[in-house]
């Protein structure tokens, strides 16, 4: 049985699969300042972590082999030569039958040593004895344990949260190329649409949709223009978002426009471009319009005027759109 079609899932990849990918360009910004940007560019370890073999614990290093056969009633004793301390760059000369003190995190040499950790040893002024064996390399991390050279640290396409930045950190990374944020201009539309912070009038309606919009824009990775309010008059809209695409990655577009008793917005995105969606087949769905313009390189997207519908219409569909652009590969949401 063939399961039904998806009417928005339809229309959303009908949208977004017609976006380029990853269409801004790549800006190298300090890590300090990069908490949820995009990388535009994978970021790959330029040196293994840990850097050296050091110590998982403190105690003391020994070449394994001299604590070969050790027990309680036979323990092996070991001369204590010398401290390595984390930040020390050098491990003192080591001998079978001798020991060094260590720190968790204290450079280990390479060769068939092991850490007898502190708790396993005994120690007597310069002597320490131990009561067990221990395979060589104990309690060592070893060189790139926990990333080897060259390894992926993030993707392009990652959007960069804390625990990103921490690794990348850690590699002595001070910058990181990221994508240059979506500049996404908002219109609001209808002659009867006012500034939202104007004294009303009988008949008018404040224009709450451009900063929540705007608003949503910055959330979803986007830097968002007021591009004002636009009049029920065809030919000056098109020429409106004919200049706005000068500047513009993307336009949204709040409300219908209409002369006539009939709305235009349709007519209007086939003028400045293609239209892609006209309308979704779902509750609160004719508003949803969607288009691209600049040879397919811009998206347009316009949603209702009722703004609870025009938040959802812009997570439906203007999220999406910002992802594409900036080459997020995120799952498109079901609803919003």
């Known amino acids: 049985m063939t399961e039904p079609e998806n009417?928005?899932?339809?229309?959303?990849?009908?949208?977004?699969?017609?976006?380029?990918?990853?269409?801004?360009?790549?800006?190298?910004?300090?890590?300090?300042?990069?908490?949820?940007?995009?990388?535009?560019?994978?970021?790959?370890?330029?040196e293994p972590a840990p850097p050296y073999?050091?110590?998982?614990?403190?105690?003391?290093?020994?070449?394994?082999?001299?604590?070969?056969?050790?027990?309680?009633?036979?323990?092996?004793?070991?001369?204590?030569?010398?401290?390595?301390?984390?930040?020390?760059?050098?491990?003192?000369?080591?001998?079978?039958g001798e020991a060094v003190e260590v720190a968790c995190g204290s450079l280990v040499p390479d060769g068939p040593v092991a850490l007898a950790r502190m708790w396993e040893a005994k120690r007597d002024g310069n002597t320490v004895r131990v009561s067990r064996p221990f395979p060589p390399r104990f309690f060592i991390e070893?060189?790139?344990?926990?990333?080897?050279?060259?390894?992926?640290?993030?993707?392009?396409?990652?959007?960069?949260?804390?625990?990103?930045?921490?690794?990348?950190?850690?590699?002595?990374?001070?910058?990181?190329?990221?994508?240059?944020?979506?500049r996404v201009t908002v219109f609001a539309s209808g002659d009867e649409v006012v500034p939202f912070d104007q004294q009303l009038?009988?008949?008018?309606?404040?224009d709450s949709n451009t900063p929540m919009l705007c608003a949503a824009i910055a959330a979803a990775g986007g830097v968002a223009n007021a591009g004002g309010i636009m009049q029920d008059d065809f030919a000056r809209c098109v020429d409106i978002i004919r200049e706005a695409l000068k500047h513009a990655d993307m336009i949204v577009i709040a409300g219908g426009t209409a002369v006539g008793g009939r709305d235009f917005v349709s007519d209007l995105l086939r003028e400045v471009g293609e239209l892609l969606v006209d309308g979704v087949p779902?509750?609160?769905?004719?508003?949803?319009?969607?288009?691209?313009?600049?040879?397919?390189?811009?998206?347009?997207?316009?949603?209702?005027?009722?703004?609870p519908e025009a938040l959802r219409g812009f997570r439906l569909f203007g999220v999406a759109a910002i992802d594409r652009l900036l080459g997020r590969d995120r799952p498109l949401p079901a609803d919003a």
Do not use: N, W
């Open 142 to 182: 070893e060189t790139g344990c926990d990333m080897s050279l060259g390894a992926m640290i993030a993707p392009a396409g990652t959007v960069l949260g804390a625990d990103h930045i921490g690794l990348i950190a850690t590699q002595g990374i001070a910058s990181v190329s990221v994508a240059r944020a979506p």
């Open 282 to 307: 779902m509750k609160s769905g004719r508003p949803l319009i969607m288009g691209v313009a600049e040879g397919g390189h811009k998206p347009i997207v316009c949603v209702a005027g009722h703004p």
């Open 201 to 206: 009038s009988p008949g008018l309606i404040r």
């Open 7 to 46: 009417p928005l899932g339809k229309a959303q990849s009908t949208f977004v699969d017609r976006l380029p990918h990853r269409t801004t360009a790549a800006e190298k910004i300090p890590l300090a300042d990069a908490l949820g940007r995009t990388l535009h560019a994978d970021v790959t370890a330029p």
């Open 53 to 96: 073999p050091r110590a998982i614990a403190e105690g003391f290093i020994i070449y394994a082999a001299s604590a070969h056969g050790a027990s309680e009633e036979s323990p092996r004793s070991f001369k204590i030569v010398g401290t390595c301390l984390p930040g020390d760059a050098t491990f003192p000369p080591l001998q079978p």
